[in-house]
T-cell receptor, first 115, second 115 residues
Framework: KAGVTQTPRYLIKTRGQQVTLSCSPISGHRSVSWYQQTPGQGLQFLFEYFSETQRNKGNFPGRFSGRQFSNSRSEMNVSTLELGDSALYLC??????????????FGPGTRLTVL | AQTVTQSQPEMSVQEAETVTLSCTYDTSESNYYLFWYKQPPSRQMILVIRQEAYKQQNATENRFSVNFQKAAKSFSLKISDSQLGDTAMYFCAFALIQGAQKLVFGQGTRLTINP
C-alpha cells in the first residue's frame, strides 16, 4: 500500500506570495490533517478534513485555508506569505472513523521557505 | 485546552542501554489517547506506540513500552536495548476520543544513541 505523499517536497517563496501544498492520503483513508512544524512553536494542528468537509480547525489566521476533493486528496493554501510561515508542513491521513482503531500516518512533509 | 509537556529537550545514551523519556499532560477529559511518535533525521513522523486512557494495562511494542499513570497525568516511554536506529526526535502526543483527528504534541525530546 502506498504511503502518504506530499508535493512539492521543497518550496521557496517570497513575502506576499501565496502557495498551495498538496497531500494524497493512503488509499481508502478519508481523513487528512495538516500540521505546521517550526523550531519555535513545535508541531501545531492546522485543520482536518473528512469526506470533503472541514471537521476541525486550529488557531491559525484566515490566511491558512484548505480543501479536500472527492478522492480524499487535500490541498492547503497560504496567502500573503510572511517570514514566519517558513516551516515544515506535514499532512497525516487516517480512516477518520472510530478513533480507537485509527492511526494517523504522516507524509514526508513540504519544506516551505519564505524569503 | 489540552497541553503536553516534555521536560527533557535532549538525551543521550550508549547503544544497548535502556532509556526513559518523560511526558506529562493536562486535560479535564477522561477519555483520550496518548501516543509516542518518532521523527528521524528524514523528518518522516512514525508512530511508535499508543495508549488508550481507559486501559489500565501499559502498552508495549517490542522494545518500546510505556508507563501510563493516569492520576498523575504522566506517560513515559521506555526503550530497551537501544539501537543506533532509535536516534531521532521523539514526540509525545494527546488526542481526545471524540472529535476530529487533532493531535496535540509536546515539544519533543532529541534522543541520540551512541555506538
Amino acid at each position: 500500500k502506498a504511503g502518504v505523499t506530499q508535493t512539492p517536497r521543497y518550496l521557496i517563496k517570497t513575502r506576499g506570495q501565496q502557495v498551495t501544498l498538496s497531500c494524497s492520503p493512503i488509499s481508502g483513508h478519508r481523513s487528512v490533517s495538516w500540521y505546521q512544524q517550526t523550531p519555535g512553536q513545535g508541531l501545531q494542528f492546522l485543520f482536518e478534513y473528512f469526506s470533503e468537509t472541514q471537521r476541525n480547525k486550529g488557531n491559525f489566521p484566515g490566511r491558512f485555508s484548505g480543501r479536500q476533493f472527492s478522492n480524499s486528496r487535500s490541498e492547503m493554501n497560504v496567502s500573503t506569505l510572511e517570514l514566519g510561515d517558513s516551516a515544515l508542513y506535514l499532512c497525516a491521513s487516517s480512516s477518520g472513523l472510530a478513533f480507537s482503531t485509527d492511526t494517523q500516518y504522516f507524509g514526508p512533509g513540504t519544506r516551505l521557505t519564505v524569503l | 485546552a489540552q497541553t503536553v509537556t516534555q521536560s527533557q529537550p535532549e538525551m543521550s545514551v550508549q547503544e544497548a542501554e535502556t532509556v526513559t523519556l518523560s511526558c506529562t499532560y493536562d486535560t479535564s477529559e477522561s477519555n483520550y489517547y496518548l501516543f509516542w511518535y518518532k521523527q528521524p533525521p528524514s523528518r518522516q513522523m512514525i508512530l511508535v506506540i499508543r495508549q488508550e486512557a481507559y486501559k489500565q494495562q501499559n502498552a508495549t511494542e517490542n522494545r518500546f513500552s510505556v508507563n501510563f499513570q493516569k492520576a498523575a497525568k504522566s506517560f513515559s516511554l521506555k526503550i530497551s536495548d537501544s539501537q543506533l536506529g532509535d536516534t531521532a526526535m521523539y514526540f509525545c502526543a494527546f488526542a481526545l476520543i471524540q472529535g476530529a483527528q487533532k493531535l496535540v504534541f509536546g515539544q519533543g525530546t532529541r534522543l541520540t544513541i551512541n555506538p
